[in-house]
T-cell receptor, first 112, second 111 residues
């Protein structure tokens, strides 16, 4: 089954404790992206990647890091999480030949 | 000014009616426009894309684009309770893959 998976789905952590949210797709998509979704603000892009070893900032990259060492994986790293990073995070992927972005199921992160 | 604006709603329509959802955008250079549907607690899914002025129909859904007025709309005909969801407008404002989303309009279709 073609899908985008994210782990964990739910995470409660404390300020300053480094964490990684994994994203993996099995569709051989070149493009992958991370979004955060907050009430009243919609989806905002954090980082995106056009292919392996190619990443770029989105609209709200501060406090986040990403890497793209393999085509299928695009982890989101929070080196020192803060409460304002409490949010619902979505990973998405698409083929460069289409406009359809496939979204993962989401990761709900709470930083205390 | 938000780059992509939608009425947050909630919008309620009776079953069988036409639901009209609107979206305006600020970047005149935008090329691609999308409507996503997001059920509560779920991830967004693409339902319509439109690239040129005019109407595009797909089943009960019609997307309308007017680049001169910088608005895009979504009409849902014969609305069903299963259409109850949040509808997100997304616009390609910079690169081919960078999407800017509106905050979404919550639609409720009443049986």
């Amino acid at each position: 089954e073609a899908q985008v998976t994210q782990n964990p789905r739910y995470l409660i952590t404390v300020t300053g404790k480094k964490l990684t949210v994994t994203c993996s797709q099995n569709m051989n998509h070149e493009y992958m992206s991370w979004y955060r979704q907050d009430p009243g603000l919609g989806l905002r892009q954090i980082y995106y990647s056009m292919n392996v070893e190619v990443t770029d900032k989105g609209d709200v990259p501060e406090g986040y890091k990403v890497s793209r060492k393999e085509k299928r994986n695009f982890p989101l790293i929070l080196e020192s999480p803060s409460p304002n990073q409490t949010s619902l995070y979505f990973c998405a992927s698409s083929s460069l030949g289409t406009d359809t972005q496939y979204f993962g199921p989401g990761t709900r992160l709470t930083v205390l | 000014q938000k780059e992509v604006e939608q009425n947050s709603g909630p919008l309620s329509v009776p079953e069988g009616a036409i639901a009209s959802l609107n979206c305006t955008y600020s970047d005149r250079g935008s090329q691609s426009f999308f409507w996503y549907r997001q059920y509560s607690g779920k991830s967004p899914e693409l339902i319509m894309s439109i690239y040129s002025n005019g109407d595009k129909e797909d089943g009960r859904f019609t997307a309308q684009l007017n680049k001169a007025s910088q608005y895009v709309s979504l009409l849902i005909r014969d609305s069903q309770p299963s259409d109850s969801a949040t509808y997100l407008c997304a616009v390609n404002q910079r690169s081919a893959r960078q999407l800017t989303f509106g905050s979404g309009t919550q639609l409720t279709v009443l049986p």
